[in-house]
Nanobody, 120 residues
Framework: QVQLVESGGGLVQTGDSLRLSCAAS????????IGWFRQAPGKERLFIGR?????????YYSDSVKGRFTISRDNAKNTVYLQMNSLKPEDTADYYC????WGSGEYDYWGQGTQVTVSS
């Protein structure tokens, strides 16, 4: 099993920056990559981006956040970060990280989420 805990959410103003953290524990050697998602009130959960976990640290982003959001990781802390810049009210959502295991076709483990509210 893998456990994921997000943190860093809060209330910010338009144009502000915020960094979310996703701390992984448990059988982290099974992780292929970590993804970030968000879900706005009343809407479906959407993919933001991902980063490789063990053999490569490549990143991939959805077009909606490319250029504003950056995913990185700290190996020593088993933590993945989502740096969000130039935040807009439409970025308001619950943000989740998820882990996909090697050989899996889906995200197998999810964190509890952290709320981000961007005021105008």
């Amino acid at each position: 099993q893998v456990q994921l805990v997000e943190s860093g959410g809060g209330l910010v103003q338009t144009g502000d920056s915020l960094r979310l953290s996703c701390a992984a524990s448990g059988r982290t050697a099974r992780i292929y990559h970590i993804g970030w998602f968000r879900q706005a009130p009343g809407k479906e959960r959407l993919f933001i981006g991902r980063i490789g976990w063990s053999t490569d640290y490549s990143t991939y982003y959805s077009d909606s956040v490319k250029g504003r959001f950056t995913i990185s990781r700290d190996n020593a802390k088993n933590t993945v970060y989502l740096q969000m810049n130039s935040l807009k009210p439409e970025d308001t959502a619950d943000y989740y990280c998820a882990a996909r295991e090697w050989g899996s076709g889906e995200y197998d483990y999810w964190g509890q989420g952290t709320q981000v509210t961007v005021s105008s």
